[in-house]
């Protein structure tokens, strides 16, 4: 391996390395929930820390993984030595849906359920989506009377 490409694969792996330390101090994201958000799978993350990789990292995949973390992606493809201009991304996809907003949206898509039905739904959802939230302080003296 050639003194440049080692240089890539620790910049890179220190990169991925930081941006890992940094959402469990800032998010208390744990490995599998980056994983989980960005769509990148563990093995292939823990290959990038190692920097134990034969070819260079799909940048679909460098982009899911810096835009998950809320990262500018420019800064991975510095650390790999690409040039943004020259390389092809495509969009990432979004992370995956929550189970239960899921299941929310098919019942109000599904002829079955009542138009009834689907306004409680709307109508609770709005409830939750606009109420204020409570100070912690306040949450955590409740959370104590229960």
Known sequence: MTETANARKIAFATFVRRALDEARAT??????????????????INRWVRGDWASDPEAERVVAFCEGLG???????????WDRTTSRRTPPSPPPMDPDVEALLRRLVDPDVSDAEKFHIRETIRYLAYRPTLPLAVRKRGDAAS
């Open 71 to 81: 990262l500018d992606p420019a800064t991975a493809f510095t650390a790999l030595g």
């Open 27 to 44: 998010r208390a994201w744990s490995g599998t929930e980056v994983s989980r958000r960005t769509g990148v799978s563990r093995q292939t």
